[in-house]
């Protein structure tokens, strides 16, 4: 089946290391995005990207590096810059305008 | 994208009808109404869309008034898993708007037995 992969599910750092979470999709989608979501909150663009080798800054993009050397493959870094990384962290791609496919996230704990 | 007002909570019986309503009044003549639902730890999945007419699929009706101030999602025989945040969003069409599309506080429905 088609769909979009994040992984891991659960994911522990300490304070002052650098993460990268995983997001493959196999839809052929030419766009891909990365949102944080808080507890009780609605989600905020982190990045994005509507081809390889491009992506644009969205709302929150300070602490985040991603990369986008594959069409299938768009990898976030949560770098130590990020002051409040403790998130839960969802990839999406899109092939039209009308709709987001979304992977099931990864929970990220930095203590 | 214009700015959209859902209830924060809704509760619905299963198997009566759950109409979801949503505000948004500064609606400009290019932006359609997208509605989305998260179930619970897991990515939001796309429900329904509509630009002035009346939109029906195998998941939802999507009622828009007349003058497009506002709209109503109608998920017509609620189950248990219909349980979500239900996420208003408006928005214009264009290549480069899906992913850019304000995901609000949403209204979380709960469906009870």
């Known amino acids: 089946d088609g769909g979009i992969t994040q992984s891991p599910k659960y994911l522990f750092r300490k304070e002052g290391q650098n993460v990268t979470l995983s997001c493959e999709q196999n839809l052929n989608h030419d766009a891909m995005y990365w949102y944080r979501q808080d507890p009780g909150q609605g989600l905020r663009l982190i990045y994005y990207s509507q081809i390889v080798n491009d992506f644009q800054k969205g709302d929150i993009a300070e602490g985040y590096s991603v990369s986008r050397e594959k069409k299938e493959s768009f990898p976030l870094t949560v770098t130590s810059a990020q002051k409040n990384p403790t998130a839960f962290y969802l990839c999406a791609s899109s092939m039209d305008d009308i709709s987001l496919h979304f992977g099931n996230g990864t929970r990220l704990t930095v203590t | 994208d214009a700015k959209t007002t859902q209830p924060p909570s809704m509760d619905c019986a299963e198997g009566r009808a759950a109409n979801l309503p949503c505000n948004h009044s500064?609606?400009?003549?290019?932006?359609?109404v997208y509605w989305y639902r998260q179930i619970h730890s897991q990515g939001p999945q796309y429900i329904i869309h509509g630009l002035k007419n009346n939109e029906t699929n195998e998941m939802a009706s999507l009622i828009i008034t007349e003058d497009r101030k506002s709209s109503t999602l109608i998920l017509p025989h609620a189950t248990l898993r219909d349980t979500a945040v239900y996420y208003c969003i408006v928005r214009p069409r264009g290549n480069t708007n899906a992913g850019k599309s304000t995901f609000g506080d949403g209204t979380t429905l709960t469906v009870k037995p």
């Open positions: 500064t609606i400009s003549g290019n932006e359609y």
